[in-house]
């Protein structure tokens, strides 16, 4: 016994360890990270209350708050602002609830959970926009300053470029506030709830792209201090070295703090072999970053049952188990059970939580029983208990088309499959919240059209920076991309790569604004403008995958290489992000062509303005193209789960206000249950989840009308590879 409890607290250190001070939880869409990042903000502020504990999410597309239930917030009152750090965002309205030494700024939110005030648990959704427009108020007139003394810019260049939004800032952001956090002391310990795979990895590279920035900053006060020291033989530090310093030093104790041992990552992942293979990446990234990674969350695992769908799903599980025991040596494995019920709110959060604290670290093996403690003693039906005569049938979706394992057509027949699109469509979009099936339904449409028109030219794209195309396709896709069929590409962007092509392309012409600094300036003067202009090339701006994507896309539509184009796009805050962008890259482009107007008579670069006159005209076309409901098709994707409604929802709003045509979706990943096709549910976990699902549907139903949508049953096996997506893709659109 004592045994076993010395294994449970080794497995589970990031909820016993009393030295951790940051625990983030990452890892591909939709395998439970707000769930498990909720789950131990909960357990902890109830096991620590003398801990001031907060819980934040990075992800743009919160679900922390959906997570726990929408409790009721509790507005903090007024309080005198504590000192705070240089580097504070939010100096003169840090005021909250004051409580001896505890004041919460109002952004973030106290928690009122089934009717318990949880006094040192704090939840803040961080708004990246807010943040930014906070942290240029507090400093903006400092790299004014900075600016003027280090470029040829005027106060009205530098203002416009400053006022401009900045794509991609979600990451940028996150890990600023992350520095605040920090740097501030306000917390005992902070539970970070990341976006999906991709874009968590962009954030882990903040530090290196601020301290760049700094770099670049620092150099453009060189050259003021050289002149100062010059012309006056000394030089006084002001606010602005004081900023570039602070900055600097911030960032480094946040790299510090990820490496060693008060911070703990913990991966979150399914039993399923996309999700293996992506984990396998990421962890590898982990380790290059050398961040402490000790347990693995592995989640929604199948216990042992007589039930022939619950069995099938158990064995294909257990043989991604034995594939994690080659991949994952060294880790604990948590394994949680899958919930009759979606886990949300304080009960059940604090039940998946003391199913981390209870299931023993081991690097093999599966949940061979039902806990004691398990939701399937808890689950209830619509009307009654598991197994109660009142109980609903087991067919509750006899209106709804359905795509079936057992399923078999001959011939196309549209009424219960999927449409497939005007032959004018050029865009195909298929989005939605990390883990609903994006980029198996993308794929599976892909390979299936190539066949349907072979005269069509066809490309799938992702645009997700964690790409997972050539996984499902079970294929090697290089940096050219690859013909799967002779009217078939698939190409995963490598925004790096694409983007280090431009610098070269255009870094020679950038240089030589150097050579018109000598002819009106001192050769000092020239050192330091080279200098800076080399290292502003270098840097890489935020939003680079998606600002790459576009420019690609465009490309491609302007050479007419294909007719059509697959998106497989990434989960849902960064999809907005993408669409979003063209309009950003606008403005910015407004910006560079008044410069460049202003400054004609000073230098001229006649191949980068006429990139930017060509893009400009691109990105309209794209948007003009976007927008037509000839030319373009969103189908949202979703799983029948109350917070995936809830982010639908919001996704479908966003693709409204930006006028892209959307008018189906499907709703992925339903529990097999009607008896036409030969299934009923035979055990509790299916008769509940049936049930549940029932009144999840009703919910998306406020979305689109009920024959707009489109059912996909879960599968006996995963897709994976082209054979299984051409079958799978079939069935989906009503082909045999």
């Not at 080399?534 to 491609?556: C, H």
């Amino acid at each position: 016994m004592n045994e076993k409890r010395e294994q449970t607290a080794q497995g589970t250190s990031f909820l016993t360890n009393p030295a951790i001070s940051l625990i983030c939880f990452g890892g591909k869409g939709g395998v439970g990270k707000t769930t498990s990042a909720a789950a131990t903000a909960l357990h902890l502020a109830n096991k620590n209350p003398q801990k001031r504990i907060l819980l934040a999410s990075i992800d743009p597309a919160h679900s922390l708050m959906d997570s726990l239930n929408n409790p009721v917030i509790v507005r903090p009152h007024s309080c005198p602002p504590p000192a705070y750090p240089f580097l504070s965002l939010r100096d003169g309205d840090r005021r909250g609830k004051y409580d001896g030494n505890k004041c919460f700024p109002p952004l973030m939110k106290e928690v009122r959970g089934d009717g318990e005030l949880l006094q040192n648990l704090m939840v803040w959704e961080i708004d990246a926009r807010a943040s930014f427009q906070k942290f240029m108020e507090r400093h903006s007139n400092t790299i004014k300053k900075i600016m003027e003394r280090g470029t040829f810019l005027d106060n009205t260049d530098i203002s416009a470029l400053l006022s401009a939004s900045l794509p991609g800032i979600d990451e940028l952001m996150g890990m600023v506030e992350l520095v605040d956090l920090l740097e501030s002391d306000a917390y005992d310990i902070v539970i970070l709830d990341t976006a999906p795979t991709g874009h968590t990895i962009k954030f882990l590279q903040m530090p290196h792209l601020i301290k760049k920035w700094s770099r670049l900053l620092d150099l453009m006060m060189e050259k003021h201090r050289y002149m100062s020291k010059l012309y006056t033989r000394y030089y006084r530090a002001d606010d602005t070295d004081a900023f570039i310093k602070a900055f600097s030093n911030s960032i480094e104790r946040v790299e510090r703090v990820l490496r060693n041992k008060s911070c703990e990552f913990v991966p979150v992942m399914l039993p399923e072999t996309l999700c293996v293979k992506e984990t396998r990446r990421f962890l590898a990234t982990l380790r290059e970053y050398k961040i402490p990674v000790k347990n693995i969350i592995v989640n929604r695992i199948y216990p042992v049952s007589n039930c022939s769908f619950c069995k099938e799903q158990y064995l294909l599980q257990r043989k991604c188990v034995d594939e994690m025991k080659r991949y994952f040596d060294g880790y604990n494995f948590l394994m949680i059970p899958l919930y009759t019920d979606e886990i949300h709110g304080k009960e059940s959060l604090l039940m998946f939580a003391q199913a981390m604290t209870d299931t023993i670290p081991q690097n093999h093996g599966m949940v061979s029983s039902i806990p004691v403690s398990s939701p399937y003693r808890m689950g209830k039906l619509m009307t009654g208990e598991i197994g109660d005569s009142k109980s609903p049938p087991f067919s509750v979706f006899p209106l709804l088309p359905a795509i079936d394992e057992t399923l078999h057509v001959q011939k196309r027949e549209s009424i219960n499959h999927f449409p497939l699109p005007k032959s004018t469509v050029k865009f195909l979009l298929f989005g939605g919240k990390g883990g609903v099936g994006k980029t198996t339904i993308a794929s599976a449409t892909a390979v299936l059209f190539s066949e349907l028109y072979p005269e069509k030219r066809i490309l799938l794209f992702s645009t997700d920076p964690a790409h997972s195309l050539a996984d499902c396709l079970g294929v090697t896709i290089g940096s050219d991309g690859l013909f799967v069929k002779n009217n078939l590409s698939v190409w995963e962007l490598d925004a790096e790569e694409e983007y280090e092509k431009l610098k070269r392309l255009y870094s020679e012409e950038m240089k030589d604004l150097t050579m018109v600094f000598g002819k009106r300036d001192t050769a000092i003067n020239v050192i330091f403008e080279k200098e800076i202009i080399e290292s502003f090339i270098d840097l890489t701006p935020p939003g680079l995958d998606e600002i790459m994507a576009i420019a690609t896309i465009i490309d491609y539509i302007d050479k007419e290489i294909f007719d059509l184009f697959i998106l497989d796009t990434a989960p849902t805050g960064h999809l907005i992000r993408f669409l979003e962008m063209p309009e950003l890259v606008i403005d910015w482009l407004k910006i560079f062509f008044n410069l460049f107007l202003k400054y004609k008579n000073i230098f001229r670069l006649p191949k980068l303005s006429a990139f930017l006159i060509d893009l400009s005209k691109k990105i309209k076309k794209l948007l003009n193209l976007l927008r037509n409901g000839e030319n373009s098709l969103f189908v949202p994707i979703a799983i029948p789960t109350e917070m995936a409604y809830h982010e639908t929802s919001d996704l479908v709003q966003s693709i409204r206000n930006l006028k892209i045509p959307t008018s189906q979706m499907i709703l992925n990943m339903i529990q097999p249950h009607s008896q036409t096709y030969g299934i009923s549910a035979e055990c509790a976990l299916c008769t509940n989840k049936i049930a549940y699902e029932k009144k999840i549907f009703d919910n998306f139903s406020h979305l689109f009308p009920r024959e707009s949508m489109y059912i996909i049953n879960k599968q006996y096996e995963e897709v994976c590879g082209i054979k299984d997506l051409e079958h799978f893709g079939r069935k989906l659109y009503g082909y045999f």
